[in-house]
Structures are given as structure tokens and as C-alpha cells.
């Protein structure tokens, strides 16, 4: 698979894995040795970017990735995040943030433990915590780096000031928040040109809008207990309903191009800027290989005017997130 750059200096597969749904997210987690199949698939056909968090689990899905890539580790970039409230003994959630300088050092010593390194590769602020300047988180992670303990620094879903604030202490490598056909909002809000202006790169995390925008998802789909699209405004009937235009223009495009909408969706996504690089996740092996395929697949200058076209005529219903969650972001 071809490379591509984060910020300064961190190459990485132009497509990543994200390891959420492996354990959190959508349901019940898969069995261990299938999800193990399912991160090694990756590393076979060329992923080097794997992506994991503390409160997946919380800590589960760190302790499985560490397993998963332990006969590989130095072939990997492991990308992880700090930022909620848990505790770190047994593993509950207070439903706050905790970005504290200390907490943060203190849940870095237990992730490199769990993901078996001497070293995480990126370490995202996975929310900004508004109880904590910007310039102490910051300066929390310089140390780290200066430490050996991590090698770049990340945020995800901050404000165009947080990130400027942050860039200024800790030079930033890469930004994560949602991005894909059906969530724009960081060409509006100024966060894709700060990280073409600074050199920061760009990770969108659920590129194919948690699965809407693969087809397989319809009105008529069950959503599993505890799966958040159970409780996402975007996926209710009435919602998933009206959204089905923009799957429509996707089947479209891929049935042109011999490919599928989820490949046309994360193509898209990879002919926006060379610095981009998303990390969908998939919990089975013949999904994972179709999302990896859309590194192959080419959009013309006149496909993606057409579609950006045909998209600019459609309205997106829901919002992305339950408004507890949004209410964390952009701060």
C-alpha cells in the first residue's frame, strides 16, 4: 500500500485501522482470536497505522491491539489516546474529561503496559478538557516525548484555537475528528486549512459514516444493544430514510468505476488532500479487504466535481452524534 505523511515526519499506510468496533461502539465485542485474525489481515496487506484508545473498553482494546501487533510492533505505528475520566484501576467512567498533566503521565505508564511498548507512536487529547489550559496538556505530552515514552503528539475534535494553542507548545502531527460525505463540518469551520497551514495531518475517524455509507445499512437494519447508532439522531428510520440519497449517488459512481460505495466513500476521502489518512475498521475479514481496496480505486478531476456537485443537493438529517457527545467537541 502506498505511504503517506502526518505532520513532520510520521509515514503511515494511506489507509489506517481503527480498532473501536473491535470492542466497543457497536455492540458486543468480537471473540479475541477473530479479532487478533482481523488486525494481523490488516498488517498483511499493508497497514502500518493502527488505532486504539484507553476508554475502548475502557482498556480492552489497547491490551488487544498489544497482542495483536507484539510480532510486528516495530513495523507499526500505534496511535492511542488519554483524556476521559477513568479510573484507572477498575476501569469506570465518570462521564467526565481528565486532561490533568499528572493523569495524563499516569495513563501512559499503564497504556504502554497494556500495548505491550516502550513507546506510543501518537498520542491523541482524545477530547479537549476545558478544565485544563491547552499549553499544560501540552506541555505534559513535550515531556513524554522528551521521556522516549511517546513519539508525536495528537488531538481530536478540538477548536481551531485549542489546536493553534497546542501547535505553539507541542508542534502537533496529527488532528482526528469525523470527516467523510455526510460530515463536513471541517471544511466550514476552518480545522482543514489550520492543518494545511501548520503541516498538521489529518486522521477521520467513522469515513464511511459508521456504516451508512457502505449500503449495507437501511431502515429496516437492527441496530445491537448497546450500539451508539441506537441513540445517533442521523440513525433513526426517518433519518436513515432521508440519508439514503447520498448512498444512492455512491452506488452510482461505484457501479461506474466497478468498485463499491464504501471504496468510492474512502476514495473520496483520500483525493481530498495527500495528508489525509482514514482509519475505518471493520470487525470482518471480507470488509476489511474491500475497505482496502479503495486505496486502488481513482476519481478523476471530473468524477469528484460531479460528485461534490450532486452532493451540494443533498441535506444531510440528524445530527452525527447524540448532543451530550457533540457537546464535548469543538473546544
Known amino acids: 500500500m502506498q505511504k503517506r505523511k502526518l505532520g513532520q515526519g510520521l509515514e503511515v499506510s494511506a489507509l489506517g485501522y481503527g480498532c473501536m468496533g473491535l470492542s466497543a461502539g457497536y455492540g458486543p465485542a468480537a471473540p479475541r482470536d477473530e479479532a487478533v485474525a482481523v488486525i494481523r489481515a490488516a498488517f498483511d496487506a499493508g497497514v502500518t497505522l493502527f488505532d486504539t484508545a484507553e476508554v475502548y473498553g ?15 510492533r516495530h513495523e507499526v505505528v500505534i496511535a492511542t489516546k488519554f483524556g476521559f475520566d477513568v479510573d484507572m484501576e477498575t476501569g469506570v467512567r465518570s ?61 481530536s475534535e478540538p477548536s481551531l484555537e ?72 442521523r440513525f433513526t428510520q426517518e433519518a436513515r430514510a432521508a440519508n439514503m440519497a447520498l448512498v444512492d449517488l455512491l452506488k452510482a459512481i461505484a457501479a461506474e468505476k466497478g468498485a463499491t460505495p464504501a471504496q468510492i466513500a474512502l476514495a473520496w476521502l483520500l483525493a ?40 451540494a443537493r443533498i441535506t444531510i438529517h440528524g445530527a452525527r452524534l447524540p448532543e451530550d457527545v457533540l457537546s464535548k467537541t469543538n473546544r
Not at 58 to 72: D, K, Q, R, S, T
Not at 124 to 149: F, S, T
Not at 187 to 197: F, K, M, S, V, Y
Request: hydrophobic share 45%; aromatic share 6%; net charge negative.
Open 58 to 72: 475502557p482498556f480492552a482494546n489497547e491490551a488487544l491491539l498489544g497482542v495483536a501487533v507484539a510480532p510486528f
Open 95 to 155: 462521564g467526565g474529561l481528565n486532561s490533568r498533566p499528572d493523569h495524563i503521565k499516569a495513563v501512559v505508564e499503564a497504556q504502554l503496559k497494556r500495548l505491550r511498548t516502550d513507546r506510543i507512536d501518537l498520542l491523541y487529547q482524545h477530547r479537549v478538557d476545558p478544565g485544563v489550559p491547552m499549553e499544560d496538556v501540552a506541555g505534559a505530552v513535550k515531556d513524554l516525548i522528551a521521556e522516549g515514552k511517546v513519539a508525536h503528539f495528537g488531538l
Open 162 to 233: 485549542s489546536l493553534k494553542r497546542a501547535h505553539a507548545v507541542q508542534p502537533v502531527t496529527a488532528l482526528q475528528n469525523e470527516y467523510s460525505l455526510w460530515t463536513r463540518d471541517v471544511e466550514d469551520n476552518g480545522i482543514l486549512a489550520a492543518c494545511e497551514a501548520l503541516g498538521v495531518g489529518f486522521v477521520p475517524f467513522s469515513p464511511l459514516g459508521a456504516g451508512f455509507l457502505t449500503g449495507k445499512i437501511d431502515v429496516t437494519t437492527p441496530l445491537a444493544e448497546g450500539d451508539f447508532r441506537s441513540i445517533s439522531p
Open 272 to 311: 481530498q488532500k495527500p495528508w489525509i489518512v482514514p482509519i475505518p475498521g471493520t470487525t470482518k475479514l471480507p470488509r476489511l479487504a474491500e475497505n482496502l481496496g479503495a486505496a486502488d480505486v481513482e476519481l478523476s478531476g471530473a468524477d469528484l466535481t460531479r460528485i461534490a456537485a450532486a452532493a
